[in-house]
C-alpha cells in the first residue's frame, strides 16, 4: 500500500516540470516552494516579485473585455485617461442593469469631433480629469491677459442666436451656459440671455436670480435697458469682462400675463433692448455672440428670442421623443420668419445625450442627418455626468471640469460653431 506521504515526496523536480509544460492551469508558486524545501532569501524576494504578476486567465480576460468596451464607445476622447470615469456608469434606465446594445455599423458617428479636441483650461492650468469644483475655484485665470485682437471668430457685427426647442430636457440651457464659457474662454465677448422663468442658465453661470433681482423680466415688462440688468460672470478659467449674462427671476414667468393687453410691438420688446445695448458697446468693448436661452414653450417670451435672433440653434436629444417636436417648432419658426423677421434662419442643429451603447441613440443621429444635412453639427455632445453636476457649483463644465467628456465636447462645439461663420 502506497504512503501518500511518501509519494509526495517522492515527487521530483522533473515531474512537476513535466506537470507545468502540459499546461496545468493556475499552477499555486507557493505550494511548490514548500515542497521544494526552504530556499535563500534572495530566492524569496524573487518569488515576492513574481507572484505580483496575474497569472489568472479569468482576471486577465475580464480586464480584455473592459478593454474592448472602452474601444467601442466611438466618442471616448481618451479611454485610458477616463478608468475612473463614472460617465460609462450612466444608463439610460438609471441605476438598474439594462442589455447593451452596440451602435450599428450604419452608424456615422466615427465623424465625430470629439476625439481630437482639448480642453480649453487656462494655459499651464493643471487640471486633472477628476477635478472638483474647489481645486478649480483655485485656478489661476492666466488668460485675462488675451488679445483679442489676434483672437479667432472676432465679429464686426455680433451675432445672435436663440437656442430653441420645445421640448424640455433636450439641454438648451446646458449647451447655452457651455458653449457660451467656451467661446470666452478662447477670447470671445459673449453675453447670454436667460429668458426661462426657471433661471437655470443664470444658476449655471453662478448669477444671483431670486426674486427682485434686476432681470430679463424688467426689460420685456419695463422696457429696461439691458446695461442696468446685465452682470458679469466670474468662473475658473473665463477671463474677465468677456462673458455676462442677464438673469432671470420667477417674476418672468407672469410676463405674458402682463402683456397681454399690450396690442402693439411686444414681440420686439427683446430686440429693441438687445439692438440698443450693442449699439452701446463698441471697438474693443463690442460683443461677438448673443446667446439666448428660451423656456422650453413656444410662448411670447420665446417669439420674443426668435424676432430678436438672426440664427437658431436647437439641441437635439437622441431620443425619439425628441424628433417629435421639430416639426413644430420649425413651423413656428416659419411663421416668425413671415411676420416679425425675415432674417431668422435655423442655422444649426446640436446633437446632445448620445449614449454610443444603445442602436437607438445611433438611428436618431442619422435620421437627423439624413433630413437636415449640413445644418447638423458634426460635433456631437455625450451623456455626462460632470455636465450634470456642475451647475450645483454654478459653474459651467468648462470650468468644473475642463479634462472631462463633456467639456472637450462642447469645446469642440464652440470651435466648430465659430467656424461656420
Known sequence: MNDPAVASESESAADFAARASAGSPATDIATVAEASGPRPADMDSSRTETSSIDTDPDRNRQSDVGAE?????????????????????????????????????????????????????????????????????????????????????????????????????????????????????????????????????????????????????????????????????????????????????PDLAGAEVELAGVMVGREFRLKQAITAFLDEHTGESSFDYVLVDCPPSLGLLTVNALAAAGEVLIPVQCEYYALEGLGQLLETVDLIKGYLNPALEVSTMLLTMFDARTKLAGQVVDDVREHFGEVVMRTIIPRSVKVSEAPSYGLSVMSYDPGSRGAEAYAAAARELVGRR
Open 69 to 249: 468596451r472602452s474601444d467601442s464607445t466611438a466618442i471616448e476622447a481618451d479611454p485610458a485617461s477616463h478608468s475612473n470615469d463614472l460617465e460609462n456608469a450612466v444608463w439610460a434606465g438609471g441605476g438598474d442593469s439594462v442589455e447593451v446594445e452596440a451602435t450599428s455599423p450604419e452608424t456615422k458617428v466615427d465623424e465625430v469631433s470629439v476625439a481630437d479636441t482639448q480642453a480649453v483650461a487656462a494655459p499651464g492650468a493643471d487640471v486633472s480629469r477628476e477635478t472638483t469644483a474647489d481645486v478649480a475655484t483655485d485656478v489661476a485665470t492666466e488668460t485675462e491677459a488675451i488679445d483679442r485682437t489676434t483672437v479667432v471668430g472676432r465679429r464686426e457685427v455680433a451675432r445672435i442666436l436663440t437656442v430653441s426647442n420645445q421640448k424640455g430636457g433636450v439641454g438648451k440651457t446646458t449647451t447655452t451656459v457651455n458653449l457660451a464659457a467656451a467661446m470666452a474662454m478662447t477670447g470671445l465677448r459673449v453675453l447670454v440671455i436667460d429668458l426661462d422663468p426657471q433661471g437655470n442658465a443664470s444658476t449655471g453661470l453662478g448669477i444671483p436670480h431670486q426674486a427682485g433681482t434686476p432681470s430679463t423680466y424688467n426689460v420685456i415688462v419695463d422696457k429696461a435697458p439691458l446695461s442696468e440688468v446685465v452682470q458679469p460672470v466670474q468662473a475658473p478659467g473665463v477671463p474677465t469682462e468677456l462673458l455676462y449674462c442677464v438673469p432671470a427671476t
